[in-house]
């Protein structure tokens, strides 16, 4: 399959399955026994789920993030696609390989965005890793952060795998913790080669997950596994609420798109990952270059935008619809019509040999459409010569559902400050934040939203990616991890980051439940780490949430907006 869409050139080709209509070259041809491999679709209409939809991927020799993958299907879905949500059909399979195809063929064209809000960037460990002892310091190759009581994987999987291989570690969790032991955990940390974490579904991970988000906007080389809490699931010991377990699922999500945005790959398994600890030990590897042969699920290029290339279709092929249909999967075009649309696309006329295949006389559904559109790019070799601003047009759907009101100038594509931070029963923005800002003419993003979907998350990225100054207020009345887990992000990544935190009161109430005695620890260790890592990176430290507004208002307003940080 390594020859699709690179040493192939498309050209018609008459199917023998002429009712289908889905092979108008050598690419869709190739490309339909890889989609009909993950095909479950029992009607014979052809669909790929969205669960295996990351493996149609790979099996191309591209590989998504997760965030890209609901990114694709959101964007299947917002213009009409006759599937039901969570699939894609074989022309939109077809379209999202190319167009991903596309971006890593002009990679060397690919810069990653740096945040409006960076002011200080860190230092990229070097590409080629050599494993050097510190001088006068005790050295050890991996930390073994992440999940301790009442979990036991450290005892009996990952001492023995390291021990075995004659790996040296540095292990945390001990049974007479003493105050001495925090300055060698500190040095062990700073020093050990490889951080590996795990966070599974027996323990809240609130500061681990922090943490890692730290860690890996920091530059360090992290092993993760992160294993999700599932519903009704009898093996774990710890009992959640439904409401507590949304927030902990949530957290996770947030933090895999984080890490695999800097293609690091994510495990799901320990075995695995200390399979692959020892491999980038060994052979000098960064963890980034761990692929599908050693067990690790790689990334490339996850902060890229997907999907712009068929929203722009579909909203083509809507546009020349002339006629009045009741469903989408009615919708067809005329020969004249269909040119139309690919020229709105493309800006070129398409050449009339794509339109031989059919009767002169036949419409043309939107799934043909997309299978010309490949074979005729692919033949040209421009797959996308013409693409609307994708993230402008998400930019405004989202800031229309946020309430953000004050767009932003036509001469500059950002705004003043993300008002990141608890939602839930908080209202601090609409409260407090809006009207001060409004009244000083500071413009923002508000990212709150009535109900959470995962969808959201790559949307919610560029947004805050736009703004000049983070600000998170972690209130004590939410558990606010993901919050949490964002702002450890970015004050790693070096972002302006303005922090106002509240500790949860002891009998609070929560979403109207009460927290147990071991959330409330959790909770408040959660907020202390994250206390304690900005302190040590400068950041400013807020209590009462309307001195942390006005310090951000003075902030902006001395900072040139010309001239950055």
Not at 2 to 27: A, D
Not at 466 to 488: F, H, N, P, Q, W
Not at 554 to 563: A, F, G, M, N
Request: glycine share 6%; aromatic share 10%.
């Amino acid at each position: 399959m390594g020859g699709i869409l690179s040493n192939l050139t498309g050209s018609p080709e008459t199917s023998e399955t002429q009712g289908c209509n889905k092979f108008w070259g050598h690419v869709t041809r190739e490309l339909y026994e890889v989609f009909r491999k993950y095909d479950h679709d029992d009607d014979g209409n052809g669909r790929i789920p969205l669960c295996q939809l990351r493996k149609a991927f790979n099996e191309v020799h591209l590989y998504p993030s997760k965030s890209q993958i609901y990114e694709m299907v959101q964007c299947a879905v917002e213009y009409g696609s006759p599937c039901e949500p969570d699939h894609v059909t074989f022309g939109e399979f077809c379209i999202l390989v190319t167009e991903l195809k596309n971006h890593y063929h002009n990679c060397h064209n690919i810069i990653t965005p740096k945040p409006k809000s960076l002011y200080r960037e860190k230092k990229t460990e070097s590409d080629s890793i050599k494993w050097k002892k510190r001088e006068n310091t005790t050295h050890f190759q991996v930390f073994l952060g992440g999940s301790c009581n009442p979990t036991t994987w450290r005892q009996e999987l990952a001492i023995p795998f390291l021990k075995s291989h004659g790996i040296t570690f540095y292990n945390p969790q001990v049974q007479n913790w003493r105050p001495e032991l925090l300055e060698l955990e500190a040095q062990a940390k700073e020093n050990a080669d490889i951080m590996f974490f795990v966070i599974d579904k027996e323990t809240r991970g609130i500061s681990s997950m922090i943490e890692v988000g730290y860690l890996v906007a920091s530059k360090k080389q992290v092993i993760l596994v992160l294993t999700e809490i599932e519903d009704n699931d009898t093996e774990c010991k710890r009992v959640f609420t439904e409401q507590e377990k949304c927030d902990l699922c949530r957290g996770r999500k947030i933090l895999e798109d984080l890490v695999e945005r800097n293609s690091v790959p994510v495990f799901t398994d320990i075995d695995t990952a200390l399979k692959c600890t020892e491999i980038v030990l060994n052979q000098g590897l960064r963890v980034q270059d761990l692929d599908l042969q050693h067990g690790a699920q790689p990334v490339i290029h996850g902060h890229i935008p997907v999907g712009e290339t068929l929203l722009q279709m579909r909203e083509a092929f809507n546009s020349m619809d002339s006629a009045s249909f009741t469903t989408v999967d009615d919708q067809q075009l005329t020969p004249q019509e269909l040119k139309l649309a690919y020229k709105s696309c493309t800006g070129k006329d398409l050449d009339s040999k794509w339109l031989k295949k059919k009767d002169k006389h036949s419409k043309y559904y939107f799934e043909e459409f997309c299978c010309i559109m490949v074979e005729s790019q692919v033949q040209t070799g421009t797959v996308q010569k013409k693409i609307t601003s994708f993230i402008s047009t998400i930019f405004g759907k989202f800031s229309g559902h946020s309430r953000c009101a004050m767009p932003c100038h036509s001469e500059k594509d950002f705004r003043d400050v993300y008002l990141g931070g608890s939602c839930g029963d908080s209202n601090w923005r609409d409260k407090i934040a809006i009207p001060i800002l409004r009244k000083n003419g500071i413009s923002y993003v508000n990212p709150f939203i009535s109900g959470y979907n995962q969808k959201l998350i790559p949307i919610q990225v560029q947004a805050r990616e736009k703004c000049r100054l983070l600000l998170y207020v972690i209130t004590d009345r939410t558990r606010s991890l993901s919050s949490m887990i964002e702002a450890g992000y970015y004050v790693g990544l070096g972002c302006k980051v303005i922090l106002c935190i509240q500790q949860i009161k002891e009998g609070a109430m929560i979403g109207g439940e009460k927290i147990s005695e071991c959330g409330m620890k959790d909770y408040a260790r959660g907020r202390a780490y994250l206390a304690d890592l900005a302190n040590r990176e400068g950041v400013h430290i807020f209590e009462d949430i309307i001195e942390t507004v006005m310090y951000c208002v003075s902030y902006l307003q001395e900072i040139p907006v010309d001239t950055g940080y």
